[in-house]
């Protein structure tokens, strides 16, 4: 038996244990992951978006206090913000708005915040106390859904034994 023809792995914070998937019977006929790359960036996003609306809770099971001090100030100055949220920026860098960077090539993609973002010092501070990119094992579950639709897609698209032209 060949080596596996498409194989997704994921390496997360705490690991999402060896998270992978092969897909032997399109061998040679993947040339463009775009399609999948960009159901991973909606997970992506949705799974950003859930660590920020629970504070953590969803990913990392609770982000850590704000010291006594810097809670007082907050709320003076910042009344209501949940922890994680100050202007926004390093919520809206994460979760697909302002300070956010995609990139889906063909074969890869990045997803997350864009280097020249303004929340990035607030961000590295940020994730030393209260790691934002830590995702649930339930979040596998998201995964596997955004790679059977596109599978699912792909074959449907290209019957085996009838190879696409171009990618899936």
């Not at 202007?87 to 302002?98: E, F, K, N």
């Not at 889906?104 to 280097?115: H, K, Q």
């Not at 995702?135 to 059977?148: G, L």
Request: proline share 8%.
């Amino acid at each position: 038996m060949g080596r596996p023809v498409l194989e997704v792995s994921f390496t997360t914070d705490p690991p999402l244990h060896e998270f992978a998937y092969q897909v032997d019977r399109f061998a040679n006929e993947i040339e463009d992951l775009r399609p999948l790359m960009e159901l991973f960036g909606d997970v992506f996003r949705s799974e950003m978006t859930q660590q920020f609306a629970t504070e953590g809770r969803h990913g990392s099971g609770g982000w850590a206090a704000l010291s006594p001090a810097y809670e007082e100030w907050k709320r003076e100055h910042f009344p209501g913000r949940p922890i994680g949220v100050l202007t926004g920026a390093l919520r809206s860098s994460m979760t697909g708005g302002d300070g956010y960077s995609e990139h889906i090539g063909e074969m890869t993609a990045d997803f997350g915040m864009d280097e020249s973002s303004a929340a990035v010092p607030y961000g590295k501070y940020f994730d030393v106390r209260r790691p934002v990119i830590r995702m649930p094992e339930s979040a596998v579950a998201s995964w596997r859904r955004a790679c059977q639709e596109w599978l699912v897609a792909a074959t449907r698209r290209h019957p085996i034994g009838k190879p696409p032209v171009g990618g899936l």
